[in-house]
T-cell receptor, first 110, second 115 residues
Framework: GNSVTQMEGPVTLSEEAFLTINCTYTATGYPSLFWYVQYPGEGLQLLLKATKADDKGSNKGFEATYRKETTSFHLEKGSVQVSDSAVYFCALSSGYKLSFGAGTTVTVRA | NAGVTQTPKFQVLKTGQSMTLQCAQDMNHNSMYWYRQDPGMGLRLIYYSASEGTTDKGEVPNGYNVSRLNKREFSLRLESAAPSQTSVYFC??????????????FGEGSRLTVL
């Protein structure tokens, strides 16, 4: 079945550092890929998405490119801020089901 | 705009008690979902409803039942709660077709503790 594997955390960074969170997937067909973010005490909200191979999703300085050849959808941000501290989830959707990775906790220190 | 509303936000149960988590969305979405979130496990799908009148099992359906009451409402029932069901539960909805490109909108979560 479909599954998502993402980099284990926690990740601790200094402000203005570069962030990468790796995400790889297993799926049949052509899934859609998502990154969701969960700020402390809140529900999840969409950060970005890509619905076909080679698409790049971007939002709030974050980017991820749908790489079918490597079955990956890595999340990157060039210069993180303290406000980016959160849990990040990679997710895959094929049909009506949407499956999530285990989540990566990111802490950014001033 | 309320989005996805879950009730209750907090609940403490004793082992063997029953309860129902309520969820309603006002975005006219066709699909609704129940997930549970546990430390280190991410979100795991319990049940989903692709459209009004249909429900299907997700990854971890044992011990739960659901009802898609109408297009807006999707409830999750624990018939006989167990400590292993202590978790944070999220309801979500989206407009989706067979391709699954739609964004999920989440409620704020319901924290359930089973003693």
């Amino acid at each position: 079945g479909n599954s998502v594997t993402q980099m284990e955390g926690p990740v601790t960074l200094s402000e203005e550092a570069f962030l990468t969170i790796n995400c790889t997937y297993t799926a049949t067909g052509y899934p859609s890929l998502f990154w969701y973010v969960q700020y402390p005490g809140e529900g999840l909200q969409l950060l970005l998405k890509a619905t076909k191979a080679d698409d790049k999703g971007s939002n709030k300085g974050f980017e991820a490119t749908y790489r079918k050849e490597t079955t990956s959808f890595h999340l990157e941000k060039g210069s993180v801020q303290v406000s980016d501290s959160a849990v990040y989830f990679c997710a895959l959707s094929s049909g009506y089901k949407l499956s999530f990775g285990a989540g990566t906790t990111v802490t950014v220190r001033a | 705009n309320a989005g996805v509303t879950q009730t209750p936000k907090f609940q403490v149960l004793k082992t063997g008690q029953s309860m129902t988590l309520q969820c309603a969305q006002d975005m006219n979405h066709n699909s609704m979902y129940w997930y549970r979130q546990d430390p280190g496990m991410g979100l795991r799908l319990i049940y989903y409803s692709a459209s009004e009148g249909t429900t299907d099992k997700g990854e971890v359906p044992n011990g739960y039942n659901v009802s898609r009451l109408n297009k807006r409402e999707f409830s999750l029932r624990l018939e006989s709660a167990a400590p292993s069901q202590t978790s944070v539960y999220f309801c979500a909805s989206r407009q989706t077709s067979g391709r699954g490109t739609g964004e999920l909108f989440f409620g704020e979560g319901s924290r359930l503790t089973v003693l």
